[in-house]
């Protein structure tokens, strides 16, 4: 973990101790969603708290007091170091499960945390075809299995939100799903995205991803290969053909969700 001595804004004249009183008694400085991310926190797990929750809890750990974007940014990157995991990332994932869960959090920021919850559990294979037939040069094994079981742990809770929750988490969820695919994820995921697929034709992003989706869910090897070559031919950046088909299908619907995560945000 990165502890910055001197974060820019703080409180002229103010010490350390003064800080994290003043942290400890909800008097705190920092961003908006810096805040409801120590709430949601305190609420929702005890201690020990992940190493990474010192972004949120302790005063002097980070240099971004006044910006949600920089704070977002720094924090996400504490759990999924530039898009690898290492030994840390599996216990942060708790953190990202109990924010994906909280109404408090902002629904733009459900969909950011079950999107890096995605990318962490499919950081080994979308490397693996990414780099294909050579060895991801950052791969550490042991760390990016911890972390992947750390997010199947937490699967059953995230989907059983998905009634209450809103269009743009509920295709975040629907990517993770297929992740960790059984024998009841096609059934209902049929259903659950059928509006889905009614209001976004083939074609477009959203329509797209959905349909990829339900092709991963009902695991034929020789349709999602198909798939994955159609839809990489015509929009997405490819991978080596002889690379492991899950680890090529994984890649792209990687690329699809920040694709839909774009679209997502420009109607709004």
Do not use: K
Request: aromatic share 8%.
């Amino acid at each position: 973990m990165s502890m910055q001595a001197t974060p820019e804004g703080l409180p002229d004249g103010v010490s350390g101790t003064d800080l994290r009183e003043a942290w400890r008694t909800g008097r705190v400085f920092g961003p908006p969603i810096r805040r409801t991310f120590r709430d949601v926190i305190a609420d929702r797990l005890s201690d020990p708290l992940p190493p990474q929750a010192a972004m949120l809890f302790e005063p002097l750990a980070d240099p971004h007091w006044d910006s949600d974007g920089f704070f977002l940014g720094d924090f996400y990157n504490e759990i999924l170091h530039q898009d690898t995991c290492h030994p840390y990332t599996a216990e942060g994932v708790a953190l990202l499960a109990a924010l994906s869960v909280d109404g408090r959090v902002p629904p733009q920021i459900r969909f950011q945390t079950v999107v890096l919850l995605f990318e962490i559990a499919t950081a080994a294979d979308r490397h693996l075809a990414q780099c294909w037939p050579d060895i991801p040069p950052h791969a550490d094994p042991e760390s990016e299995g911890r972390a992947r079981d750390a997010v199947r742990f937490c699967i059953p809770d995230l989907l059983a939100r998905w009634a209450i929750e809103c269009p743009a988490v509920r295709l975040a969820l629907a990517g993770i799903a297929v992740v960790f695919p059984t024998v009841r994820t096609l059934p209902a995921l049929t259903s659950r995205l059928q509006g889905f697929a009614e209001q976004h034709p083939q074609g477009t992003d959203i329509g797209d991803y959905v349909r990829f989706v339900l092709i991963l869910a009902a695991g034929d090897d020789q349709h999602t290969l198909t798939a994955v070559e159609t839809l990489t031919d015509a929009y997405w950046t490819g991978t080596a053909r002889r690379a492991p088909a899950r680890a090529r299908a994984l890649h792209l619907l990687g690329q699809m969700l920040t694709a839909v995560g774009g679209n997502l945000r420009l109607q709004r």
